[in-house]
């Protein structure tokens, strides 16, 4: 974008020099036919010669105005497309450097909650740890490239854990039980997963 607006700057300079050689060329010529009229004066007394001579310096003062008129349109033009460039650039710049803030104030917060959930997991209260466990599941849809697999993983293993907890306190008091309301929900979660992308199935071996 940078080297865009040097480039019309430039072609800017150059039409700027092209437009005082012509301009230069020009009152040259124009120098050129008041020396005719002075000399048609003082040769020739014919104001017909005259009056053609000056009409013709008339005419071309005509072209030079509009010359002047045109060279500055263009200039304006070159000037003004720079400047809108500049600003669009800059403009795309900033949304750049914002969307930029976004997705990582997003990724931060993400890693927060993660944070959290696998906290509440480990929690001591029943319904505390089913909500990192639902929490787990919503972090896993919002973004399941990072966090599905290592949901899915830590999820197969607390199953894993509170199972094998469950089965030794039923052995010894020879009772039995059935899965904790939390356990319960890390199935739900782990069976209507999406699939999709996953590097390994569930390792749910083990389970009584």
Known sequence: MNLSISLLMLVGVVAFLWYLRRTRKQHQREAQVIREIRNHIQANSDIAKVVGAYRDLSDRLDTHDEFLKNAATILASVALLA???STLYQLKATLQASKDQ????????LAGRFQSAIEEIGNESPTVRTGGIVELEQISREEPSEYHNIVIDILSSHVRSETTKAAE?????KMQTWPSENVRAALVVIGRRNPKGEDHEPDLRGIQ
């Open 169 to 173: 306190q039923a052995a010894e008091h």
């Open 83 to 85: 400047g809108a460039l």
């Open 102 to 109: 976004l997705e990582l104030t997003r990724t931060s917060q």
